[in-house]
């Protein structure tokens, strides 16, 4: 265990195990991805078994090469007839056409004005789904400006997974049933998002068969991807008392929200930058719990990035969550109760007061 994690733990076999958690799995809305898939591409997933895409966790088209799909248990490329195939030969080879098509639905006509979007590297469309490019980088003083000739792009397909958080209620909430403040770490791919936007729900709903209320949410959704805004209407259930800033910088969307909105908790995905922490920081001053998440495999590793350093050694979480895939996106593999005070070296060599 790493030596940040010495706090009160609760490794992963200490909590309710998949097969005893009741959670409810929407798989992602194939109607939601076809309209923005060039003619080409669009045919074999929609021939494809109702079993295979269920398990989808990507699209990836890469210009001359197979058509591929990214699966729970690993990849596989799809014939023109959506069969999935071993034979990288007789796959669906995405053409330059069809790359050209599907980006420009997915930016609907206009690409300069997804510019911002682009310098990210990533569109998010409608169902929070997140389209990621790959092509040439234009700089502008060193940093990305925007990505031109796009040849290749990944669709990471958003499902609901309600009940995916139960298994942290009784982190999630105090003894007195108060929110309590919550940082889940996970490395990419491993279902942060996942989970927050259901322990989102559970705090906004409240848990009625265990007494504990529901409680005024604010999420500032930067990506598009929790609540998967449409028209500013949420399209993901986030719950009854959330109130969603879409599409709005976390560090000002915390401040708007606060301003706006009284919220109890903040919600906000992959903080990460300086402005992210002081907006956290003054949320936490009036009083609001904050919940989180950020990249990472280990409290170690994120108390090592200068930009959330001070976030873990400063007390505004009372608990972090790790994920993983071990078995399967979303793994709970530990959980750690308790502030991160007086932490030595930021390679996290020294000792944890809990």
Known sequence: MSPLETAVVRKSHGLPGPSRRRVSVRPPDRSEILPYLAP????????????????????????GRPLS??????????????????????????????????LSLVCEGSVYALEEEFR???????????VGLVGR???????????????????????????????????????????????????????????????VRLLSDGVPELGLKGHRVGLVDERSEVAACYEGVPQRDVGLRTDVLDACPKAEGVFLLLRAMSPEVIAADEIGRPEDAAALNEAASTGAAVIATAHGSSL???????????????????????????????????????????????????????
Do not use: Q, Y
Not at 120 to 130: L, Q
């Open 40 to 63: 080409g591409v669009r045919r074999p997933l929609e021939r494809l078994g109702g079993d295979l895409w269920a398990r989808a966790e990507e699209v990836r088209l890469r210009r």
């Open 69 to 102: 799909l990214v699966t729970d248990t690993g990849d596989v490329w799809l014939s023109p007839s959506g069969l999935p195939t071993e034979d990288a030969s007789s796959a669906h080879v995405v053409t330059a056409d069809e790359t050209t098509k599907t």
């Open 120 to 130: 990210h590297g990533f569109v998010t469309v409608r169902g929070g789904h997140r």
């Open 137 to 199: 980088a234009v700089l502008d003083n060193g940093r990305v400006r925007t990505i031109t000739h796009v040849a290749g792009l990944n669709i990471r397909l958003s499902r609901e997974v309600r009940g995916a958080a139960r298994p942290l209620v009784r982190w999630l909430f105090d003894r007195r049933g108060r929110p309590v403040s919550t940082l889940i770490v996970s490395p990419p791919g491993c279902g942060k998002t996942t989970i927050l936007r259901d322990a």
């Open 300 to 354: 170690e590793e994120v108390a090592a990035r200068p930009m959330l350093r001070d976030l873990v050694r400063g007390g505004l979480f009372r608990v972090f969550v790790i994920l993983s895939r071990r078995s399967g996106p979303g793994t709970i593999e530990r959980v750690v109760d308790g502030p991160l005070r007086g932490l030595g070296s930021p390679a996290g060599g020294g000792a944890v007061a809990p």
